[in-house]
């Protein structure tokens, strides 16, 4: 006999990550896919009778107000997103005993660390967006839920999702020269190896850790600067065939380009944790990059 399907909520699923996760999605889920404007994660009664009414074992969270320099002119709708609403979602979880996978943000942090950064490190974020998306975490952990995964990750790019991959090949194909910053430096994460964490973690096997919940850094291996992915993004792009204008790309500071929300110069996440909880491998950012192309070429994107 097949075993009983699980119940999964997923919310903000018109979203860039949101869509990876449904197109991975593991046959054992029955999913239920929620979303504005019929779904606000903001109102409270409507979360908690959703939740109710599906009882759902998994509830994954991908909606955000995401749009990191709309958040310093609208702090107070990021907080109520990011932020009181996250609790909303811990509080119906916990009613009906779901687990709860919610994603934060290297953007929790200052930058001002040199090496990378591990679950415990002091947070100390330096936007709207990185005050807004703490509150969601500390939302979470004041809620009295056990059964949660938050997982923080970085520079995210996917299908259906307007990202730093697309916007590089766009300027490419429209001017002579980019100029990117150079003293910015993550990792940029494909949204098909963080869907794929999402699942290692969830149906993580007990022999590795036998209470798995918990806050996670998960992003792929190595690092790189702005700077260093556009010029990764368009050679590879030109070697798979793809035509580009830009002759050059120039490194540029951050202070030469400036923007309402301040990131972090530094945000390299240790993913140790992850590592061990799930026993799974970590693609290299190149190799998720790769990954994306690919299916750029097979979805004619
Ligand atoms: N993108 C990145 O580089 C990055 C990096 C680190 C962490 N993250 C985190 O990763 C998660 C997924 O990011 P993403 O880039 O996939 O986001 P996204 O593409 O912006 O998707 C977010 C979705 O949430 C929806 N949403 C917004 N407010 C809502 C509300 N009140 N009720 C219900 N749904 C709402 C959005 O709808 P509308 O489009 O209609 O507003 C959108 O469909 C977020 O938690 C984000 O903070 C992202």
Redesign the pocket.
């Known amino acids: 006999m097949s075993a009983q399907k699980k119940k999964l909520l997923l ?8 869509q990876q996760i449904a197109s991975i999605m593991p046959a054992k889920y029955t999913p239920t896919a ?4 019929e ?4 109102d409270r009664a409507q979360v908690l009778s959703v939740v109710y009414a599906l009882q759902p074992e998994i509830i994954i ?7 990191v320099d709309g958040c310093e002119a609208e702090p107070e709708l990021a907080i ?3 932020g009181a ?1 996250v609790g909303y979602l811990a509080e119906a979880a916990k009613k009906v005993d779901a687990v709860l996978v ?6 929790v942090f200052d930058g001002e660390k040199k090496t990378p950064y591990v679950e415990e490190d002091q947070t100390n974020p330096q936007s709207v ?1 990185g005050h807004s ?1 703490l509150l969601g975490e500390q939302a979470i952990l004041s809620s009295g839920l056990r059964k949660y995964f938050i997982v ?7 299908p ?2 307007n ?1 730093f991959v697309e916007t590089v090949l766009r300027l490419a194909a429209e001017r002579q020269e980019l100029r990117i910053v150079d003293d910015q430096v993550g990792t940029p ?1 494909y ?1 098909g190896d963080l869907a794929d964490a999402i699942f290692n973690l969830v149906d993580a096997d007990p022999s590795h850790h036998p209470s798995p919940y918990g806050l996670y850094h998960f992003a792929n291996a190595g690092q790189c600067s702005w700077y260093d992915f556009a010029i990764e993004i368009i050679s590879r792009y030109k070697a798979r065939g793809g035509q580009v204008k830009a002759a050059r790309v120039k490194p540029i500071k951050t202070i030469d380009y400036p923007l309402p929300a301040k990131r972090p110069a530094y945000s390299v996440f240790d993913k140790e944790k992850y590592l061990a909880a799930t026993g799974a491998n970590l693609p290299d950012w190149q190799k998720g990059l790769d990954r994306y192309l690919n299916l750029r070429d097979v979805l004619k994107l």
Request: proline letters at 2%.
């Open positions: 919310i903000g699923s018109n979203g860039m990550l949101a929620v979303d504005l404007p779904f606000d994660l903001t969270n991908c909606a955000a107000y995401t749009k109520r997103v990011n609403a919610h994603i934060s943000t290297d953007y967006y998306k923080r990750t970085s520079w995210l790019y996917g259906g999702g990202n994460t949204t």
